[in-house]
């Protein structure tokens, strides 16, 4: 399977760099199209074939990213629609960018390839990404090929385009993870611990919390009833948090990063 690449910054780069670790195929046979050398030699160090040439890049490639930002995936689609053809996938990896407007784009008929929306997480750099996806015209067999691929990298399910609005909020939430770790550890170090003791306590909290509820299936707030002793100090330290807007403030964030009609 030949998979490009055509964009390699901190998405495309994240995706390039999950492929290259994963076991689906040869760092060989996943092509790189950037406008930055420094990118694409890194790239090359890793095994990957480079071009500065989109249109070179998607021939003879049975899976096309198109990994740009979002004011960019008009060029970029008209710059190599005639490259492309109806045995390719195309998976355009692009916030805001609709399924019609695409359709427009590649301006095709019979000849285009399979169309999917993609929107995963930088963490699939490290195979743990959640991604969201949504076929358009793709056959059960070539919808089934790109889960398989996300599967690889993480976790993916299906949305119905509809949602990605929403589902553009929640994958925002890897930053919000992050900044309550950063909280965390800032918090740990005022109780006297040194930061990077500190940021290992709090990764290792952190997973052991998602693995548990992974585990069990439970929800989270039954996993914290058990946690929770009456009159307790981990209940004083929750109730703080909630007297603080912590549940408002997160529920307040999510709604905010989802974009605006």
């Known amino acids: 399977m030949k998979i490009t690449i055509i964009g390699a910054g901190a998405m495309g780069g994240a995706i390039a760099e999950g492929l290259i670790k994963s076991d689906v195929m ?63 996938l195309l998976i ?23 169309l999917f929306l993609a929107m995963p997480n930088i963490a699939i750099a490290y195979k743990a990404s959640m991604t969201y996806l949504t076929p358009v015209g793709a056959t059960e067999e070539e919808t089934q090929k790109v889960v398989a691929l996300f599967d690889e990298l993480g976790e993916s399910i299906l949305l119905e385009e509809s949602l990605y609005p929403a589902a553009t909020a929640l994958s925002c939430s890897i930053a919000y993870a992050m900044r309550y770790a950063r909280a965390s550890v800032e918090g740990a170090v005022e109780l006297g611990f040194k930061a990077k003791l500190a940021q290992k306590i709090v990764l290792q909290t952190m997973a052991g919390a998602v693995e548990l509820l992974k585990a069990t299936g439970e929800h989270p ?24 807007g912590f549940s408002s403030a997160v529920i307040r964030g999510m709604k905010a990063g989802k974009p605006q009609k």
């Open 26 to 88: 040869r760092p060989s046979d996943l092509t790189i199209s950037d406008h930055h050398q420094e990118t694409l030699d890194h790239f090359s160090a890793l095994g990957a074939s480079t071009t500065l040439d989109n249109c070179l890049a998607v021939k003879d490639s049975d899976i096309v990213f198109v990994v740009v930002k979002p004011w960019c995936v008009e060029k970029t689609i008209a710059d190599i629609k005639d490259e492309l053809d109806d045995r390719q």
């Open 92 to 114: 355009v990896v692009a916030a805001g960018i609709t399924s019609a407007q695409l359709q427009t784009w590649l301006g095709k008929r019979g000849e285009s390839p399979s």
């Open 221 to 244: 707030e039954a996993a914290i009833d058990k946690v929770t002793t009456p009159g307790g100090l981990t209940i004083r330290g929750l109730n703080e948090m909630e007297h603080a």
